[in-house]
């Protein structure tokens, strides 16, 4: 098992918009058996490329640790294609540890990927599903859950978020 290096705000590839994935090789494999190591390591439920110091489009989904029977998911090139509603929920993201903050965003997404044998799919998600995909999805656009907050959510972070080195940090295997 190897797990990787996960970036913190302040890492430029954070920042950076990710390129599209063009072909499933081996590379790709392995990267995508390491992007799940780690973000179990990590006690995560989502991780996208660009965490991992790889400027990508590509995510790993593991939605276990809230909802039984969920398995570790590959989405490569993901795009939304329709959103509907809003809702506020918690969220957190392993590149700004220990920080919590609620964020609105739409409830309900369509939203089209390629799987890890090239195969093109179109899914409607809601719930938490859909919530993970729109924060990953985020960071191959280059943006962080914290940059969209309102003043309070934004002054209640404050503090935690100038403690952040961006260094980076590697999660303990399990
Ligand atoms: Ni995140």
């Not at 409830?107 to 938490?128: M, R």
Request: charge should be negative; hydrophobic fraction near 40%; glycine fraction near 6%.
């Amino acid at each position: 098992m190897s797990i990787l290096k996960i970036r913190t705000i302040g890492d430029p590839i954070l920042t950076k918009i990710a390129k599209p994935v063009e072909e499933i090789n081996d590379f790709i494999l392995k990267l995508a058996t390491e992007m799940i190591d780690t973000m179990i390591a990590g006690d995560g439920i989502g991780l996208a490329a660009p965490q991992v110091g790889y400027s990508i489009r590509m995510l790993a989904i593991d939605l276990s640790l809230i909802e039984k029977d969920a398995l570790p998911m590959v989405y490569i090139n993901p795009e939304i294609t329709k959103t509907e509603g809003e809702c506020e929920m918690e969220e957190g993201c392993l590149s700004v540890p220990e920080v919590f903050a609620n964020v609105k965003r739409p409830e309900k997404i369509t939203f089209a990927y390629t799987d890890l044998d090239w195969k093109k799919h179109s899914v409607f998600a809601d719930g938490y599903l859909a919530r993970v995909l729109q924060h990953e999805i985020d960071h191959l656009n280059g943006h962080l859950f914290v940059e969209q907050l309102d003043k309070t959510e934004k002054s209640k972070i404050s503090k935690k978020l100038k403690k952040i080195k961006p260094d980076g940090w590697t999660p303990k295997s399990k």
